[in-house]
C-alpha cells in the first residue's frame, strides 16, 4: 500500500493563479480532511469529508474548494492564490472506527 | 468553535533532561491524541487516549488525559537527540475523522 500520496511535492504560484493539490489514498479510508501547516499556527483544518460525496468547512475554508467524488481522491482547489496561502499542506486519512490519522509527506506551496 | 492550545512553543534541553508539553481544549474532548513530526517531515500518530485520567507510557514517554477530559501532557523523561521535532496534541469532540490541532510544541535537545 501506498498510503496517503499528495501531489505535487513542491508547487510555486503567482498571485492569481488556480491549482490543484491532489490526495489520494488507497486504504479505504473514509475521513480525509486537509490542513495547513504554518510557523507558530500548528495545523490548521482547511476541509474535511466523510466520506464520498459529503465535505465540510474546518477552521480556515475561506479561499479553498473542496471535492470528494470517490472514496480514494481528495482534490484541494485554490481558485486565486494569494500570498497568504503560501503554506506547507497535509492530507490526511482516517479508518472509520480507527484512531490513527495517516499524513502524506505534504506539499510546499509558495504563492508570489 | 473548539479550540486547542498547546505550550510551550518551543523548548530547548539538555540531552538527559526531561520535557513536557501542555495541551488545554476550550470544549470537552470525546478522545485526544497526540502526533509527532520530525523535521522536514510529517505528522506521525503517537498515541490516543479516551478515558478521564487514564495514564500510558511508551517507553520513556507518559501521556495524561485530564479528569474533566479537557486537558492532557506529555512528559519525556531523559530525552535524547532522537526525541528532537515537533508535538502535537489532537482533539476529537465527535466520532468524526475531524481532528483539531494545537499549535504544537517544538523540542530541541543539544547533545
Known amino acids: 500500500n501506498a498510503g496517503v500520496t499528495q501531489t505535487p511535492k513542491f508547487q510555486v504560484l503567482k498571485t492569481g493563479q488556480s491549482m490543484t493539490l491532489q490526495c489520494a489514498q488507497d486504504?479505504?479510508?473514509?475521513?480525509m480532511s486537509w490542513y495547513r501547516q504554518d510557523p507558530g499556527m500548528g495545523l490548521r483544518l482547511i476541509h474535511y469529508?466523510?466520506?464520498?460525496?459529503?465535505?465540510d468547512q474546518g477552521e480556515v475554508p475561506n479561499g479553498y474548494n473542496v471535492s470528494r467524488s470517490t472514496t480514494e481522491d481528495f482534490p484541494l482547489r485554490l481558485l486565486s492564490a494569494a500570498p497568504s496561502q503560501t503554506s506547507v499542506y497535509f492530507c490526511?486519512?482516517?479508518?472509520?472506527?480507527?484512531?490513527?490519522?495517516?499524513f502524506g509527506q505534504g506539499t510546499r506551496l509558495t504563492v508570489v | 468553535g473548539q479550540q486547542v492550545m498547546q505550550i510551550p512553543q518551543y523548548q530547548h534541553v539538555q540531552e538527559g533532561e526531561d520535557f513536557t508539553t501542555y495541551c488545554n481544549s476550550s470544549t470537552t474532548l470525546s478522545n485526544i491524541q497526540w502526533y509527532k513530526q520530525r523535521p522536514g517531515g510529517h505528522p506521525v500518530f503517537l498515541i490516543q487516549?479516551?478515558?478521564?485520567?487514564e495514564v500510558k507510557k511508551q517507553k520513556r514517554l507518559t501521556f495524561q488525559f485530564g479528569e474533566a477530559k479537557k486537558n492532557s501532557s506529555l512528559h519525556i523523561t531523559a530525552t535524547q537527540t532522537t526525541d528532537v521535532g515537533t508535538y502535537f496534541c489532537?482533539?476529537?469532540?465527535?466520532?468524526?475523522?475531524?481532528?483539531?490541532f494545537g499549535q504544537g510544541t517544538t523540542l530541541q535537545v543539544k547533545p
Open positions: 490526511a486519512s482516517v479508518q472509520q472506527g480507527a484512531t490513527e490519522a495517516f
Open positions: 489532537a482533539g476529537k469532540t465527535s466520532n468524526t475523522g475531524k481532528l483539531i
Open positions: 487516549l479516551v478515558k478521564s485520567g
Open positions: 486504504m479505504n479510508h473514509e475521513y
Open positions: 469529508s466523510v466520506g464520498a460525496g459529503i465535505t
